[in-house]
């Protein structure tokens, strides 16, 4: 009897912890499945986007590898602050070789002209013919519609470890902003405190005599 009362206890106990199992095994994938994935966001640096997913140069143009070796290039969002309402731009020609850290495109604003680096070495495949009719787009959308061009990169690994990216990107970021405020010490409103957003034509601010000058120290041309 008493071995009959054993078996029927153990018995019971095997089914609760089947059951058990079961409801769990159940429940805890649907739990995990809820949870929401998390959407990499671009950073905001001195009120200056600076996204993760890009590498930049020191000169604040930036290169997005969208192969093994195509990439696409374009100014970050500090320089197209500090670059103002541009009326042109001069793009190179589809087939040209660029070489890393020589000149990509030219800036032309009243009368006077600026020159930008290109981050990465090779051929260009293509240009952004929309900057043509309307160069703001570079101003108003630099990481978007306002791409300079793309480049045949037959070294582009190699030319990406020499940009910079992550921590390294968003430090260079901050240090032009505080360079910038304090060459330019009425530019503080300007520039974005506490977190927020410096305005978009920070050039604006800029008396023209001193524009083309401090553009050339940060796009290092």
Known sequence: MTVLL???????????????????AVVQPAVQAAKPVPRLAPSLVAGFQVPENLRYHPGHTWALSESPNLVRVGMDDFASKLAGKIESITLPQRGQ????????????RDGIA???????????????DGLGSDPELARED?????????????????????????ALARWWTEESAGRLQRKMPTLLGALAQDGGVAVENVAGEIPDKDWAALAKEFFLS
């Open 114 to 128: 600026v020159d930008m680096l290109s981050p990465i070495e090779g051929s260009v495949s293509d240009i952004n």
């Open 142 to 166: 630099p990481y978007g519609e306002g791409w300079l061009i793309t480049v045949q990169s037959p070294d582009a690994k190699t030319n990406f470890k020499n940009l910079l990216g992550g």
């Open 6 to 24: 054993v078996l029927s206890t153990f018995g019971i106990f095997l089914l609760i912890d089947y059951f058990y199992s079961r409801k769990h």
């Open 97 to 108: 070789w660029l070489r890393q850290g020589q000149k990509v495109c030219t800036l032309h």
